[in-house]
């Protein structure tokens, strides 16, 4: 226990997830950049250029073990794309998993949730209604689910982690019976053509991710929905004392999960023109890795998109390392785990030294 009469004197701050340092005067241009600097801005800035430093690592790896490939220009171009469109749906449902962990979740049904709608949309009853109703089909199935998860933990009381793996299996199940176990080919070509689309050479997949990462940005940064999303998860009595309807702003994060599932569903479709019941296999997985190799702390209060973002590419980029090294899933597999494992022991490091500094006991 912390022997409060010895404690440092520690300026006043705001705990992790809670923006500026209190204290924190808004007015004037310099200071006001300056104070920006500081407190969660400062940490977030540090964590994503250590990002930015490993992916410059894993381009010099590249490059030494495939100098041939890129000595050419066209195929690093090339190669640059192919690495943003793999990370494109991934990066969809990351945006929506570290909403759900900042929330102080877990969603562990991504990977079923974009299954069933994939399948789904991609029967033939849906496929008659055309690429409208495909799209259509695959977001009310995503946001369904993730309002099914919701329900079940904010007003049945499972604990996320048994919830979501329930609709885990549950929606496995039957994406399956849906599909009668077979693979769903689309016929539809405006929703084939998504994965092979330009515009002004930039591939479509690769503005979709574009557009939710901002989009997911601006609501966690600028909305109130977001600051919500941040109490939520930093401190549920204390967000439900201050107002908050904190069970419904629970539902509300799990079906904004489901909504990106849902988007992926038709994104991950239209790379493969087809749907089944395994595709999307472990999605959970990287998703979670992903949202905290980027900053987003497990226990929840804290996390940003860009950071998920970031994590996202450099998992990526590892994958894209791998194939071109024509080296194993298995190994690339075991490096992610190890990566996994580092990120979380530097998370409770991290964490434990800010809790030691507010003079808090650790959880």
Known sequence: MTDQSTKPSVPAQ?????????????????LLRADWLKGDNAESLRRNLGLVGVLVVLVIIGIITRPELYSDPTWVKNNIFTILQQASAIGVVTVGMTFVIIGGGIDLSVGAI??????????????SYGAAGMIFTALVVGVAVGLVNGVLISYGRLVPFIATLAILVSARGLAAQISGKQTQVSTNQTINSIATTKILGIPLLVIILGVVVAAGWVLLNRTTFGRRTVAVGGNTEAARLAGINVRWHTVLLYALSGLCCGIAAIMLTSQATSAQAAMANLYELDAIAAAIIGGTLLSGGRGTIIGALFGVLVFSTITNLFAINNLSTEVQNMVKGGIIVVAVLIQQFRFRSVTQLLGRKPL
């Open 114 to 127: 974009i299954a069933l709608a994939g399948v789904w949309s991609t029967t033939l009853a849906t496929q």
């Open 14 to 30: 705001n705990p992790p997830g809670q923006g500026a340092p209190a204290g924190v005067h808004k007015s004037g241009g310099g």
